[in-house]
């Protein structure tokens, strides 16, 4: 066989990832917040773009006309000569924001440490200047549950003072709020709390309390009352009463506090109740309408080849930007008008009634990609008549029922929240025998399907509900 050197022409049809196909993907992805910032880097980088707060838009209702793309529309290669033929912003972008538009006051305000919060109320509890340095210094060992980080010898000898000095120091420390801080272990932050609690209990559940909190953590934890209950001498209802003032107790007091800006969820959809049906509202208050400056189409005319270039290139970003924006926006709005209408019943009667339901079924019905819907649905968050949920609310996997109609997993765990509310707790449920109380309601679970989503939800097993 001969093996030689040639040139051969072909073609192949084959997808390339494009950055502008990226930052579409990454838009659609992005929940409201993050893409208003996204939009300020983008003002901030492209000269071409600007702000125009003067554009007003009319958010489509699920009464309204579906939409849908205009034919005569220009698309991205020809955007150039139709914004230089005078138009301000892409057709159809409706992002921005107009003085009809609601707005949401948003506190701006610092959340106060913890070690803040101790060193101002050190300054008014130590006044020598000796113990006020030890104090900053034991505040600034202590981690964010409010536990102290290391020991009393390990401090003193750091500072050079007597370990006295530091325990009293310590001592007082443990006196602030929040009740427990500055205790080295979990049974002193127990001990603390309840030390301030001693008046609203009586002598010998407060005694069996600080028992049990030194010696019976442990076995607390795992629900052997009865063994509690013979080495103290007592009943096991006594056992539990105790236990129960216990579970009253905070054993990380530090958690209260925290630094930074506190944190808002802030719904990217809200969907309300308008006579038989329901509005949607795409949430782009917080995202400035965008538009392309009118001065860079008189360069785009009269500039030479290079300055014409790159001012075309600015302009080919600015544009490919706000088109992503709104189909962002559009997507975004044909995902939530599926999802009405496949969880109608959801919408009418609340979370009870939530169907199993995949990204699958919804991308067919509005004929895109599976994916383009697990995008348009990731980290976002919706309002609806019953509460704010998250996007990924909607899709959950389900069980059959007795009559062969779907069951979503959310509306099994509901079933099982009740009956163990409704329960008696000396005699409580166990998992067969809320497999057996299901199934007599026409959903057909088994009792290991019932144990995993009583976990899920945080219920205990019954051992260690039962009351006694």
């Known amino acids: 066989m001969q093996l030689d050197y040639g040139l051969k022409l072909e073609t192949t049809q084959k997808l390339i990832m494009t950055p502008q196909l990226r930052q579409a993907i990454a838009i659609l992805q992005l929940p409201a917040t993050e893409l208003a ?8 980088e492209n000269p071409v773009l600007e702000t125009d ?3 007003n838009k009319d958010e489509p209702t699920i009464e309204s006309e579906p939409l849908t793309r205009d034919d005569n529309q220009p698309e991205a290669d020809g955007w150039i000569e139709y914004l230089l033929n005078g138009a301000q912003s ?10 009809t538009n609601q707005r949401r006051e948003i506190a701006d305000v610092e959340a106060l440490s913890l070690q803040d919060y101790l060193e101002m109320q050190l300054h008014f509890a130590v006044f020598k200047a000796g113990y006020l340095a030890v104090g900053k210094y034991l505040i600034g060992c202590i981690d964010d549950n409010g536990y102290l980080c290391g020991t009393l010898s390990e401090v003193a000898a750091q500072l050079g003072v007597d370990e006295i000095v530091v325990g009293d120091v ?32 009586k002598s010998e559940e407060f005694d069996l309390a600080v028992a049990i909190i030194n010696e019976h953590l442990d076995q607390v934890a795992s629900g052997r009352f009865k063994q509690i209950a013979d080495k103290q001498h007592c009943t096991v209802h006594e056992v539990q009463q105790a236990v129960d003032i216990i579970r009253t107790l905070n054993p990380k007091p530090g958690r209260t506090f925290g630094g930074g800006q506190p944190g808002y969820i802030v719904p990217d959809v809200t969907v309300e109740r308008i006579n038989n049906g329901y509005a949607i509202n795409i949430n782009d208050n917080y995202v400035p309408q965008l538009a392309i400056n009118p001065y860079y189409r008189q360069i785009v005319r009269d500039a030479d080849s290079d300055a014409r270039k790159y001012v075309e290139s600015r302009i080919n970003a600015a544009v490919w930007l706000i088109k992503s924006i709104e189909q962002r926006r559009r997507t975004l709005y044909n995902v939530t ?16 009634f939530l169907r199993p339901l995949t990204m699958k079924k919804v991308a067919e019905q509005i004929g895109v990609h599976e994916s ?43 079933e099982i929240k009740e009956l163990v509310a409704a329960e ?32 899920e939800i945080g219920i205990a097993a019954s051992s260690k509900r039962k009351r006694h």
């Open 337 to 352: 008008e599926a999802i009405i209408s496949l969880q109608q019943a959801f919408f009418d009667h609340g979370s009870k």
């Open 37 to 44: 910032e996204l939009v300020e880097k983008e003002l901030l």
């Open 53 to 55: 707060n003067d554009g």
């Open 90 to 99: 892409a057709p159809g972008s409706g992002t921005g924001i107009s003085e």
């Open 170 to 201: 310590l001592q007082i420390i443990q006196t602030f709020d929040p009740v427990g801080v500055g205790a080295r272990s979990l049974q002193e932050c127990l001990l603390i709390q309840l030390e301030q609690k001693i008046l609203d209990y």
């Open 424 to 455: 008696n707790q000396t005699q409580p449920l166990s998992d067969q025998a809320l497999c057996d109380i299901l199934n007599g309601k026409g959903i057909m679970v088994s009792r290991r399907t019932v144990a995993k989503y009583r976990e």
């Open 372 to 414: 383009t819907v697990s995008r348009a649905t990731a980290n976002k968050y919706i309002a609806t008549p019953h509460g704010v949920f998250g996007m990924h609310t909607f899709f959950t996997s389900g069980v059959q029922s007795a009559d062969g109609q779907d069951v979503s997993a959310s509306r099994v765990k509901q």
